[in-house]
């Protein structure tokens, strides 16, 4: 099975993702982003990863309309029954690389930071959590250090908008040394979320498909 190299490519570029930023929403290696890029041979795990990143079915990522080997009924119980806490990783791994685009350049994107996340960053992770407590304690341990983290990045958020809101109402900029404060804040635990969600997925991704190509 051959990854379509060019819609792969094409996707990415539309969402302004690097080869790195890929890898950390799809729980690879940016090595990995790399060689399915050039075309090299990609394991269905790998090809399952990148659907996963993009919202897409696996059968979308092939040259051809190539279906992945039929499922065990076991295999079909796992993925139903460990699928919305994999879908709600994917998200928040997506909306963790978006808000590290914001804190990236607050000035650009100082408009953006008047609308506060609603629902708050971890509300999906912490409605299916409870499904981790029945995979491993390592994942439940990883899902509450990310949660602590998106939990930390709101309340940097809402700060960030109350002082935004409170500096256009004098005609105030925002000073250079706040935006560097909130920029390395806000990377930090936009890192936090990539590892332990990153984890996260990883042992999930093989615990649903546990028949899956290595």
């Not at 912490?126 to 949660?147: K, N, P, W, Y």
């Not at 936009?190 to 042992?203: P, Y």
Request: proline share 3%; charged share 25%; hydrophobic share 40%.
């Amino acid at each position: 099975m051959e990854i379509d190299t060019a819609k792969l490519l094409r996707l990415r570029q539309e969402r302004a993702w690097s080869q790195s930023q890929l890898a950390s929403i799809a729980g690879i290696s940016t090595k990995t982003v790399r060689r399915a890029e050039r075309g090299a041979a990609s394991s269905l795990e790998t090809a399952r990863a990148l659907a996963s990143a993009f919202k897409l079915d696996v059968s979308e990522i092939y040259k051809s309309e190539i279906v992945p080997p039929s499922r065990t009924e076991a295999d079909l119980r796992l993925l139903g029954q460990y699928g919305p806490l994999l879908a709600a990783i994917s998200d928040a791994l997506s909306e963790n690389n978006h808000w590290r685009q914001q804190f990236g350049d607050l000035f650009q994107f100082r408009s953006f930071f008047h609308r506060e996340p609603s629902p708050t960053l971890s509300a999906a992770l912490e409605t299916s959590q409870h499904l981790a407590s029945t995979v491993s304690l390592q994942l439940h341990r990883d899902l509450a250090d990310a949660i602590g983290s998106l939990k930390r990045m709101q309340r940097l958020i809402a700060g960030t908008c109350g002082f935004m809101r409170s500096a256009a109402s004098h005609g105030y900029h925002i000073p250079q040394d706040v935006q560097t404060e909130v920029r390395i804040e806000g990377h930090a635990e936009c890192d936090h979320v990539d590892f332990f969600l990153g984890r996260a997925k990883r042992e999930l991704v093989n615990r649903a498909y546990p028949n899956g190509s290595a």
